[in-house]
Protein backbone atom coordinates (compact mmCIF):
# COMPACT_ATOMS: atom_id res chain seq x y z
CA UNK A 1 0.00 0.00 0.00
CA UNK A 2 1.50 3.43 -0.76
CA UNK A 3 1.87 5.69 2.25
CA UNK A 4 0.25 8.92 3.13
CA UNK A 5 1.30 11.37 0.59
CA UNK A 6 1.33 15.36 1.56
CA UNK A 7 2.05 18.05 -1.67
CA UNK A 8 4.04 19.88 -2.08
CA UNK A 9 7.00 19.47 0.32
CA UNK A 10 8.15 22.83 0.50
CA UNK A 11 6.35 26.18 -0.19
CA UNK A 12 7.83 29.86 0.65
CA UNK A 13 5.05 32.53 0.88
CA UNK A 14 5.30 35.87 2.38
CA UNK A 15 3.08 37.32 4.76
CA UNK A 16 -0.84 37.96 4.13
CA UNK A 17 -1.07 35.29 1.53
CA UNK A 18 -2.52 32.27 2.13
CA UNK A 19 -1.96 28.55 1.22
CA UNK A 20 -3.34 24.98 0.11
CA UNK A 21 -1.84 21.75 1.40
CA UNK A 22 -2.66 18.70 0.37
CA UNK A 23 -2.86 15.29 1.99
CA UNK A 24 -3.59 11.52 -0.08
CA UNK A 25 -4.04 8.70 2.66
CA UNK A 26 -3.63 5.88 2.58
CA UNK A 27 -6.05 3.80 0.71
CA UNK A 28 -9.15 2.45 3.10
CA UNK A 29 -8.22 5.02 5.36
CA UNK A 30 -11.25 7.45 6.18
CA UNK A 31 -9.88 9.39 9.24
CA UNK A 32 -6.99 12.47 8.24
CA UNK A 33 -5.89 14.59 10.85
CA UNK A 34 -3.53 17.46 10.33
CA UNK A 35 -1.06 18.69 12.86
CA UNK A 36 1.59 22.02 13.18
CA UNK A 37 5.10 20.90 14.41
CA UNK A 38 7.39 23.74 15.28
CA UNK A 39 10.50 23.91 17.44
CA UNK A 40 9.06 25.47 20.35
CA UNK A 41 5.59 23.99 20.70
CA UNK A 42 6.07 20.76 19.16
CA UNK A 43 3.33 19.00 17.63
CA UNK A 44 0.21 20.44 18.20
CA UNK A 45 -3.66 18.99 16.76
CA UNK A 46 -5.32 21.36 14.81
CA UNK A 47 -7.90 19.30 13.02
CA UNK A 48 -9.68 15.68 12.35
CA UNK A 49 -12.21 14.34 9.30
CA UNK A 50 -14.04 11.62 8.83
CA UNK A 51 -16.37 11.10 5.71
CA UNK A 52 -16.19 14.85 4.53
CA UNK A 53 -17.34 15.73 8.16
CA UNK A 54 -14.80 17.73 10.95
CA UNK A 55 -14.89 15.84 14.03
CA UNK A 56 -12.64 17.45 15.98
CA UNK A 57 -10.88 20.81 16.68
CA UNK A 58 -7.47 22.18 17.94
CA UNK A 59 -6.99 24.86 19.86
CA UNK A 60 -6.09 27.35 16.57
CA UNK A 61 -7.42 30.31 15.09
CA UNK A 62 -10.03 30.63 12.14
CA UNK A 63 -7.58 31.47 9.73
CA UNK A 64 -6.69 27.54 9.61
CA UNK A 65 -9.41 25.65 7.99
CA UNK A 66 -9.72 21.99 6.34
CA UNK A 67 -11.82 19.92 3.98
CA UNK A 68 -12.27 16.29 3.56
CA UNK A 69 -13.40 15.43 0.08
CA UNK A 70 -15.34 11.99 -1.30
CA UNK A 71 -12.12 9.86 -1.86
CA UNK A 72 -10.99 11.02 1.61
CA UNK A 73 -7.93 13.20 0.18
CA UNK A 74 -7.76 16.38 2.15
CA UNK A 75 -6.53 19.83 1.85
CA UNK A 76 -5.83 22.30 4.94
CA UNK A 77 -6.03 26.37 3.85
CA UNK A 78 -4.21 28.65 6.23
CA UNK A 79 -5.11 32.24 5.34
CA UNK A 80 -3.67 36.11 5.82
CA UNK A 81 -0.17 34.39 6.91
CA UNK A 82 1.73 35.42 9.93
CA UNK A 83 5.70 34.80 10.23
CA UNK A 84 4.45 32.41 12.94
CA UNK A 85 3.27 30.04 10.50
CA UNK A 86 6.19 28.63 9.53
CA UNK A 87 5.89 25.32 10.79
CA UNK A 88 6.36 21.67 9.40
CA UNK A 89 2.42 20.66 8.22
CA UNK A 90 2.36 16.77 9.03
CA UNK A 91 -1.09 14.89 8.06
CA UNK A 92 -1.66 11.50 9.25
CA UNK A 93 -4.09 9.10 8.17
CA UNK A 94 -5.88 5.89 10.38
CA UNK A 95 -8.33 3.43 9.79
CA UNK A 96 -12.22 3.40 11.18
CA UNK A 97 -13.39 2.06 14.63
CA UNK A 98 -15.04 2.68 17.59
CA UNK A 99 -11.26 2.61 19.13
CA UNK A 100 -8.81 5.24 18.34
CA UNK A 101 -6.09 3.45 15.73
CA UNK A 102 -2.58 3.83 14.91
CA UNK A 103 -1.77 7.13 12.77
CA UNK A 104 0.67 7.07 10.12
CA UNK A 105 2.42 10.22 8.79
CA UNK A 106 3.40 11.91 6.01
CA UNK A 107 6.28 13.16 4.92
CA UNK A 108 4.98 17.00 5.55
CA UNK A 109 4.77 20.13 3.86
CA UNK A 110 7.47 22.76 5.04
CA UNK A 111 5.91 25.71 5.13
CA UNK A 112 8.26 29.10 5.36
CA UNK A 113 6.65 32.55 5.70
CA UNK A 114 8.80 35.41 4.56
CA UNK B 1 -7.48 20.73 27.79
CA UNK B 2 -4.95 17.69 27.97
CA UNK B 3 -2.07 18.68 29.20
CA UNK B 4 0.96 16.04 28.48
CA UNK B 5 4.45 16.53 30.58
CA UNK B 6 7.40 14.55 29.22
CA UNK B 7 10.64 14.54 30.37
CA UNK B 8 13.36 14.60 29.77
CA UNK B 9 14.25 16.79 27.48
CA UNK B 10 17.28 15.38 26.48
CA UNK B 11 18.63 12.18 27.07
CA UNK B 12 21.78 10.19 26.48
CA UNK B 13 23.06 7.09 27.38
CA UNK B 14 25.71 4.04 26.55
CA UNK B 15 25.40 2.07 24.00
CA UNK B 16 23.72 -1.38 25.38
CA UNK B 17 22.18 0.33 28.18
CA UNK B 18 18.24 0.92 29.01
CA UNK B 19 16.50 4.33 28.21
CA UNK B 20 13.61 5.19 30.37
CA UNK B 21 11.22 8.29 29.29
CA UNK B 22 8.21 9.09 30.97
CA UNK B 23 4.71 10.74 30.23
CA UNK B 24 2.16 12.27 32.31
CA UNK B 25 -1.37 13.25 31.28
CA UNK B 26 -4.24 15.24 32.86
CA UNK B 27 -7.50 14.03 31.01
CA UNK B 28 -8.88 10.79 32.50
CA UNK B 29 -11.14 10.55 29.85
CA UNK B 30 -7.64 9.67 27.77
CA UNK B 31 -8.00 5.71 26.66
CA UNK B 32 -5.18 5.44 23.99
CA UNK B 33 -1.37 6.29 24.64
CA UNK B 34 1.37 5.90 21.44
CA UNK B 35 4.52 6.33 21.43
CA UNK B 36 6.24 8.02 18.27
CA UNK B 37 9.96 8.14 16.84
CA UNK B 38 10.89 10.97 14.67
CA UNK B 39 14.56 10.88 12.90
CA UNK B 40 16.15 14.12 11.58
CA UNK B 41 14.22 15.05 8.42
CA UNK B 42 11.78 12.33 8.48
CA UNK B 43 8.03 11.52 9.50
CA UNK B 44 7.30 10.59 13.20
CA UNK B 45 6.82 6.88 12.98
CA UNK B 46 4.60 4.56 15.76
CA UNK B 47 6.62 2.43 17.17
CA UNK B 48 4.51 0.87 20.36
CA UNK B 49 1.21 1.73 21.51
CA UNK B 50 -0.82 0.91 24.73
CA UNK B 51 -4.83 1.27 25.53
CA UNK B 52 -6.38 2.27 29.10
CA UNK B 53 -6.96 -1.61 29.93
CA UNK B 54 -3.36 -2.44 29.60
CA UNK B 55 -0.90 -2.27 32.18
CA UNK B 56 2.15 -3.00 29.97
CA UNK B 57 3.19 -3.85 26.72
CA UNK B 58 6.03 -5.18 24.82
CA UNK B 59 7.78 -5.24 21.58
CA UNK B 60 11.00 -7.16 21.51
CA UNK B 61 13.44 -4.26 22.76
CA UNK B 62 10.60 -1.61 23.92
CA UNK B 63 8.30 -1.47 25.87
CA UNK B 64 5.70 0.83 27.28
CA UNK B 65 4.05 0.60 30.75
CA UNK B 66 0.89 2.63 32.12
CA UNK B 67 -0.26 3.63 35.35
CA UNK B 68 -4.01 5.03 34.87
CA UNK B 69 -4.53 5.89 38.60
CA UNK B 70 -1.22 8.16 38.54
CA UNK B 71 -1.56 9.11 34.69
CA UNK B 72 1.64 8.45 33.54
CA UNK B 73 3.13 5.93 31.24
CA UNK B 74 6.35 5.69 30.31
CA UNK B 75 8.82 3.95 27.48
CA UNK B 76 11.16 1.41 27.89
CA UNK B 77 14.07 0.94 25.71
CA UNK B 78 16.45 -1.65 26.54
CA UNK B 79 20.22 -2.52 24.62
CA UNK B 80 19.93 0.71 23.16
CA UNK B 81 21.88 1.08 19.71
CA UNK B 82 23.05 3.76 17.81
CA UNK B 83 20.13 3.75 15.33
CA UNK B 84 17.66 4.30 18.46
CA UNK B 85 18.96 8.25 18.26
CA UNK B 86 16.41 10.15 17.45
CA UNK B 87 13.74 12.23 19.00
CA UNK B 88 10.42 10.81 20.80
CA UNK B 89 7.16 11.77 21.42
CA UNK B 90 4.36 10.25 23.75
CA UNK B 91 0.89 11.28 23.30
CA UNK B 92 -2.76 11.13 24.79
CA UNK B 93 -5.84 10.57 22.69
CA UNK B 94 -9.14 11.09 23.82
CA UNK B 95 -12.29 11.36 21.20
CA UNK B 96 -12.01 11.40 17.83
CA UNK B 97 -8.36 10.99 17.14
CA UNK B 98 -8.32 14.31 19.53
CA UNK B 99 -4.32 14.42 20.49
CA UNK B 100 -2.20 15.98 22.63
CA UNK B 101 1.61 15.33 22.38
CA UNK B 102 4.58 15.80 24.82
CA UNK B 103 6.94 18.05 23.79
CA UNK B 104 9.91 15.75 22.65
CA UNK B 105 12.56 14.02 24.38
CA UNK B 106 15.75 13.82 21.71
CA UNK B 107 17.82 10.89 22.89
CA UNK B 108 21.29 10.14 21.80
CA UNK B 109 22.84 6.52 21.90
CA UNK B 110 26.60 6.78 21.82
CA UNK B 111 28.85 4.19 20.98
Known amino acids: KAGVTQTPRYLIKTRGQQVTLSCSPI?????VSWYQQTPGQGLQFLFE???????NKGNFPGRFSGRQFSNSRSEMNVSTLELGDSALYLC?????????????FGDGTRLSIL | GENVEQHPSTLSVQEGDSAVIKCTYS??????FPWYKQELGKRPQLIID?????GEKKDQRIAVTLNKTAKHFSLHITETQPEDSAVYFCAAYRGYQKVTFGIGTKLQVIP
Open chain 2, 27 to 32: DSASNY
Open chain 1, 92 to 104: ASSSEGNLNQPQH
Open chain 2, 50 to 54: IRSNV
Open chain 1, 49 to 55: YFSETQR
Open chain 1, 27 to 31: SGHRS
